[in-house]
């Protein structure tokens, strides 16, 4: 479901290397044309790939936590893959409590519409006036310490 639209077929996955100077190598093609994955793939479909090779592992039976954390999964994904990535998290969902923070609201939307069997909570941080003026206080200071002379 995170492949949707896509014209990037993805082959072997290798971890290559050894001790502390370990790689993973994807071979990729692009409409049967062999290339580099980082060359072909835009963000988005970079983005779905970590997370097809994330969360099947994380959800394995064998593990311990009954509990999924995500934060801002559908950065720079289209709508095909944010859709595909909803009914992902719907069925991981069915085993286990997914969380997943995002500013994006598509995603919301999809859960929205997605079937009764996806209970999501919405939640919307809205900061006083006065922390807002204390956090531009602060990056204020930061930038002036930053750029003084010395």
């Not at 790689?23 to 997370?51: C, F, H, I, K, W």
Request: aromatic share 6%; charged share 15%; glycine share 6%.
């Amino acid at each position: 479901m995170l492949r949707q639209e896509s014209n990037v077929d993805l082959g072997a996955i290798r971890l290559a290397g050894s001790a502390t100077q370990r790689r993973v190598e994807l071979d990729v093609s692009v409409d049967g044309t062999p290339g580099s994955a980082l060359g072909v793939m835009s963000q988005g479909e970079v983005n779905a790939l970590a997370l097809a090779v994330f969360l099947p592992r994380a959800t394995l039976p064998a593990s311990p936590f009954r509990f999924l954390v995500i934060d801002d999964p559908v950065q720079a994904m289209d709508p095909a893959k944010v859709d595909g990535l909803a009914r992902v998290l719907e069925a991981t969902a069915s085993g286990r409590q997914v969380i997943v923070f995002t500013h994006d609201n598509r995603l919301v939307q999809v859960f929205a519409a997605l079937s009764s069997a996806c209970h999501y909570h919405p939640y919307e941080l809205a900061p006083t006036a006065a922390e807002l003026t204390s956090w531009l206080d602060q990056a204020a200071h930061l930038h002036a310490a930053s750029t003084a002379p010395g």
